[in-house]
């Protein structure tokens, strides 16, 4: 069977053949051509060592070469060439001690974690699938290349890979597998949380986000972090029509958690500060009813940036009267927050006020007239009302 290869790919392939090496496409991008998805990145597997491989491109990047990974650039694009290889032992559970190359395919096959990921391709030879990959596409099945437990206790990141993939491609996780979750799921606790982090957003942000609830199920939430393991999974519901955005999926797992677990949580996976700050506006707002008036909409929307409030429409299920107003307040420019007031601090401080906290609590209370009434915002207008509550 012959497949569509980018071109730079198979530019990648001819030279190293013609150079006497193997190289073939392999694992996610071979397993999504046989699922007919677009392929997100192209990885090729080759015989040919890093310095060789180097020596055949003339722009590389010797992005994990230690692991035999080298980068080919061509037209604007990476492409990793990583060196058959066979993981030496795994010492903490997740980085191999060593990494020893191969001169045989079906020894780097069967280092990958599953079935579906470990296949390679290249047109004069076809799909090579040593460990039932293609049968397992077929059944929608996650299982682990040889046995499950080795597997897993090697590197414990793999549990959650599982999930993640069934979550994404909405497989279920073969019987052996599943068992296996369960057993080794206590190493996970020796696992970077930055990575387990990466794993469970890719989950949250699938076509099957309910998948997660392996999670909860096998017992692994307790050594992702007590606080993650608390979430009550039961009362959980996260649509798949809910935005896939990172803080707006991971702010429906945490909707009922109190706010400040909610953080503990976020914080405990090391998430970016800019994820946790907007899921703590999506949790105050939970649940939280808008008035649907203009007045009440401006006061909401100038309380968050413009993408949180698309996000809380979804979140809270507004209605059409409240989205409506959204796009009416977004054409005609309405001010909703200080930035946008036509006074500022120093308009003030022109017109002979004095510095201090009483000139914010007056631009406050500007911007509290103008939030209800729009028309108020021009700046002559604006500095005399301000003047006279100077006064007052
Ligand atoms: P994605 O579409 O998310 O990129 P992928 O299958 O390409 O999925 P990667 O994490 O990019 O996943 O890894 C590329 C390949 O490397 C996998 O298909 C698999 O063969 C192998 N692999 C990656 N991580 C592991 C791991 N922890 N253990 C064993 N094999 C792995
Ligand atoms: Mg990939």
Known sequence: MQMRLPLQVERILDILNANGYEAYAVGGCVRDLLLGREPKDWDITTSARPKQVKSLFPRTVDTGIRHGTITVLMDGKGYEVTTYRIDGEYEDGRHPS????????????????????????????????????????????????????????????????????????GFSV???????????????????????????????????????????????????????????????????????RKYVRWAALLRQTDPEEAVR????????????????????????EVQPEPA??????????????????????????????TRQIREK??????????????????????????LGQILNRLLDMVLECPEKNRKEALLEIGKAMGKG
Request: net charge neutral; hydrophobic share 40%.
């Open 296 to 325: 009440p909409v401006r006061r909401a929307m100038g309380s968050m940036e413009a993408e949180v409030w698309d996000a809380l429409l979804d979140f809270n299920a507004y209605g059409p009267r409240i989205r409506s107003l």
């Open 174 to 244: 073969e019987e052996k597998t599943w068992e296996a979750i369960g057993v080794i799921a206590p190493n996970l606790a020796k696992v970077s949380k930055e990575r387990i982090q990466v794993e469970l957003s890719k989950t949250l942000l699938s076509g099957h986000p309910e998948q997660m609830g392996g999670v909860f199920e096998q017992g692994v939430s307790g050594y992702i972090s007590p606080a993650f393991a608390r979430i009550p999974w039961g009362q959980i519901r996260i649509p798949a029509s809910l935005p896939a």
């Open 265 to 288: 949580v976020l914080k405990d996976l090391k998430m970016d500060n800019g994820t946790v700050a907007k899921v703590k506006t999506l949790l105050a707002w939970s649940g939280k």
């Open 98 to 169: 060593r990494v020893e190359y191969t001169a045989n395919l079906l020894e780097d096959l069967k280092r990958r974690d599953f079935t579906i990921n470990a296949m390679a391709y290249r047109h004069d030879v076809g799909v090579v699938d040593a460990f039932g990959g293609r049968e397992d596409l077929e059944k929608k099945s996650i299982r682990c290349v040889g046995d499950a437990i080795e597997r897993f206790t090697e590197d414990a990141l793999r549990i959650l890979r599982a999930i993640r993939f069934s979550a994404q491609l």
């Open 333 to 358: 420019g309405d001010c909703l927050d200080l930035k946008h007031l036509a006074v500022n601090g120093q308009d003030l401080i022109d017109a002979g006020m004095k510095p201090g906290r009483e």
